[in-house]
């Protein structure tokens, strides 16, 4: 499912769909998988430019949901400001600390001349952790704009309910 028309105002981040991904951007990406999570997958790049892509699966047999965005300015700069201080995920984030497991993660830095990545479950790094914390935040905001999309063209019955829902991330602030 690929959504190409909506809009969620939020501070932050403007859900602006529709910007082509510039191929001569920087770009930071964050992806993580794990089974037992809704989404189950996900992927969020944000170029340099602010043009930005969420993928997504709820669960692990649905087919991947796209999202194209524009972020605001300020998160474009807070996610490259944290990339620049982790040296654009050049070194190791994995804790060796033991915790629970809550997923495979991946932070990535991509620009014309290179490419650097960080496989992680669970880092200690506050950096990394709350660049991480905004990425979830971008993913709770494009998932619920993704299941507002669907609902209006499948499930028009269940649009007050997700609202609601919407409503309540925005509350309890899990939105970007």
């Known amino acids: 499912m690929t959504v190409r028309k909506a809009t969620l105002a939020a501070p932050g981040l403007a859900l602006l ?3 082509r991904l510039a191929a001569q951007s920087a770009r930071v ?39 194209d965005f524009t972020a605001s300015p300020r998160t474009v700069a807070q996610i490259f400001a944290a990339a620049a201080a982790l040296h654009d995920f050049s070194q190791p984030l994995q804790s060796k600390q033991q915790v629970a497991y809550t997923g495979d993660k991946m932070l990535a830095f991509d620009d014309a ?32 704009a ?11 019955l269940d649009v007050l309910s997700l609202m609601n829902h919407i409503q309540d991330d925005w509350s309890n602030h899990l939105m970007a």
Not at 146 to 156: F, G
């Open 17 to 19: 769909l529709g910007p």
């Open 29 to 67: 990406t964050y992806m993580r998988s794990f089974k037992e999570s809704k989404p189950a997958f996900l992927q969020i790049e944000v170029r340099q430019d602010g043009a930005a892509r969420y993928q997504a699966r709820e669960v692990p047999t649905d087919p991947l949901a796209t999202l």
């Open 113 to 144: 001349g290179r490419h650097q990545s960080q496989p992680f479950t669970y880092t200690t790094d506050k950096t990394a952790a709350k660049l991480v914390d905004l990425f979830e935040k971008i993913s709770v905001t494009g998932m619920d």
């Open 146 to 156: 993704i299941r507002l999309q669907r609902a209006l063209r499948y499930q028009p």
